[in-house]
């Protein structure tokens, strides 16, 4: 071999081949992820500009009725809360209370004064339950093991 020329690796040969390949890949690639993306966007935009509410048109938000006083309360099975006018005119804080004193679907009506007292249900006879205990089970195999 002469002198004069130089060694080159197989490595370098190598990477001296691939580079302007790989360098148009790359372009490639990046102009295609680049399409990919503004079309992406291109499509939230749309999207987003179609949602949007028009111009003179209400958007329907829906939540919480806004509170309002109550001022008539009646006591039926539907009754959840006992209003505050209700507790003070009364004394009691409970439904449960309330229909013991006053019986079922009495009305309560803020401002005016408490309906009357129900009369107290006539007590039922008192009688003393007869408790009988239950015999105990006896399994089909297990009286045929004895």
């Known amino acids: 071999m002469p ?3 130089k060694r080159t690796s197989i490595d370098q040969l190598v990477r001296d081949a691939m580079a302007p390949a ?8 990046a102009k295609h992820i680049a399409g990919m993306v503004a079309a992406q966007l291109e ?11 028009k111009a003179g048109r209400r958007s329907k938000v829906r939540g919480r009725r806004p509170a309002s ?29 309330i229909v013991a004193k006053y019986g079922e679907n ?3 009506v803020k401002g005016k004064p408490a309906p009357e007292v129900a009369a107290p249900a006539k007590p039922v006879a ?9 015999p105990p089970l006896i399994r089909k195999a297990a009286a045929a093991a004895r």
Do not use: C, Q, Y
């Not at 790989?22 to 690639?29: E, N, Q, V």
């Not at 008192?126 to 239950?134: L, P």
């Open 3 to 5: 002198a004069t020329r």
């Open 22 to 29: 790989a360098s148009r890949a790359g372009k490639m690639i």
């Open 43 to 53: 499509a939230r935009l749309s999207k987003a500009v179609s949602s949007a509410p």
């Open 69 to 97: 006083e109550i001022s008539r309360w009646v006591t039926d099975r539907r009754a959840r809360r006992v209003p505050n006018f209700v507790i003070a005119l009364t004394g009691l804080n409970t439904k449960k209370k």
């Open 106 to 108: 009495v009305v309560f």
């Open 126 to 134: 008192e009688t003393k339950a007869v408790v009988k205990a239950k």
